[in-house]
């Protein structure tokens, strides 16, 4: 009985090394572990992979020895040793690589038992230097635009005419009294944006930040150093001083996460954690710091279907689904439309010094129009029409083809309209299938000086 005791017990510590063995040979980083007389017991295959150097040519041999035949530039073993305390250097080897080595003293009652050394090849750490500086510019953009947030919000006004947009408005100000996270629905430039702002305004002072991050817009391995920040010594080429994350940047205010579905899993961790305890800790470091902040998340993808999928935490998704709110498409909300067009008219008759006016017929057609691209597309379209547009009053002839060949079916046409806009899409085709304008007046079967005049009353460019 005792034998068979003792094998299970034998059979249990093979197990527990085929582990072990397995999760050292699993790691990326090389990893090179010597016993307390500096004599290297066990190295990894990525040690191998990083440094070029096999098992054969260490294992058994001390640090001391490999410096002195020149397998290695600096021995940092035999510093941990003398320090007892984390050693990082840059160490070359004989096969001429540069790789920085990292050696962490192991005790045992006190008494140094092992040195484990990881390796990291100096080719990645530039690589990882490169996108951090790229990080910590896209960062201080963030710092500066917070400068101009307060002119910034002070000019975005909402356009409320459907009853839709009325509810969401009054539905606000009961948000503003809260702290809880909002989580705003709806399709691509729909205004998601603004109605964030509008409850950060409601929420807070003028001069508490709203931090905006696009989380489809930043590479999932700076998106973390972004948010969370770092310590001094993080990585390779941080700043001295480390740098704030800008969930830190937003204390006591708002930070938007735009984009939230777009969020990597393993953030969406960490995240979630920040949320239950509203504590941050930076990368590299081991201390935490309280923060306060209000959470306003935006997406316009199915977060129910992800998480079935599990490409979204679902205990995320109720953290952060206390206040919902959906914002309707722009065809959803027809009443909005032609609000929207004027405030936009405005706007760019102040910015650009010229004042111009819509005629009714015009009005009726972007009323009708889908608008598949909601504000965003409406908002480029004006823009668009007041830019090319040599008239002071905007009509039919001036609407881009896509609007007007859309409408060309619906009752709210006299013929003339029709006509107008059937005959406008054929020019632009032909001309766009033609090298010349004389060549594309030939197939129509109309003088080129007919063509010309045509284009001019239609406000056709011609390349």
């Not at 790691?27 to 307390?36: F, L, R, S, T």
């Not at 090298?435 to 063509?451: F, N, Y």
């Amino acid at each position: 009985m005792i034998i068979e005791t003792e094998w299970i017990k034998h059979q249990n510590h093979y197990e527990d090394y085929l582990e072990l063995e397995a999760a050292i040979n699993a790691c990326q980083e090389g990893i090179y572990i010597c016993d307390a007389d500096l004599e290297c017991v066990r190295i990894n295959s990525a040690y191998t992979r990083i440094t070029g150097l096999t098992g054969n040519e260490l294992i058994g041999k001390t640090s001391t020895e490999l410096e002195k035949n020149g397998t290695i530039s600096k021995a940092v073993a035999v510093i941990v040793k003398k320090d007892r305390k984390v050693v990082s250097l840059i160490q070359k080897f004989r096969s001429g690589k540069n790789v920085l080595v990292t050696g962490t003293p192991v005790f045992k009652d006190r008494k140094l038992f092992r040195i484990v050394i990881t390796a990291r090849d100096l080719s990645e750490l530039s690589q990882l230097e490169n996108q951090l500086n790229a990080a910590e510019e896209r960062s201080e953009r963030y710092l500066r635009e917070l400068s101009l947030y307060k002119e910034h919000v002070k000019s975005e006004k909402i356009v409320a005419n459907s009853q839709q947009m009325k509810t969401i408005i009054n539905f606000i100000p009961k948000i503003s009294k809260a702290d809880s996270p909002v989580l705003l629905l709806g399709e691509s430039g729909t205004g998601k944006e603004v109605v964030a702002r509008l409850i950060h305004e409601t929420s807070y002072s003028e001069e508490s930040p709203f931090i905006k991050v696009n989380c489809g817009a930043i590479p999932g391995d700076l998106l973390e150093s972004e948010l969370f920040g770092y310590v001094k010594g993080a990585f390779t080429g941080a700043s001295e001083k480390g740098k704030p994350g800008l969930i830190e940047i937003a204390e006591n205010g708002s930070l938007f996460l735009d984009e939230v579905g777009e969020l990597p899993l393993k953030l969406q961790v960490k995240l979630l954690r920040v949320l239950q305890d509203f504590e941050v800790t930076r990368l590299g470091s081991t201390k935490s710091k309280k923060v306060s902040f209000r959470l306003i998340c935006a997406t316009n993808r199915p977060l129910k279907e992800m998480m079935e999928k599990g490409e979204f935490r679902e205990d995320l998704f109720y953290r952060i689904n206390v206040l919902p709110i959906t914002i309707p498409a722009l065809r959803e909300r027809k009443e909005d439309i032609i609000p929207l067009i004027l405030k936009t008219t405005e706007k760019l008759s102040s910015r650009y010094g010229t004042l111009k006016t819509i005629s009714p017929d015009v009005f009726k057609i972007l009323e009708a129009y889908h608008w598949p691209g909601n504000i965003r597309e409406l908002e480029n379209v004006i823009e668009r029409i007041f830019i090319m547009t040599d008239d002071q009053s905007i009509t039919v002839k001036d609407l881009p083809s896509n609007i007007a060949a859309d409408k060309v079916s619906k009752e709210t046409y006299t013929l003339k309209e029709k006509m107008q806009i059937i005959e406008r899409d054929i020019i632009e085709d032909m001309l766009k299938q033609s090298s010349s304008l004389r060549e594309a007046a030939k197939k129509l079967g109309i003088d080129a000086s007919t063509l010309t005049r045509k284009c001019q009353r239609y406000g056709i460019i011609q390349s």
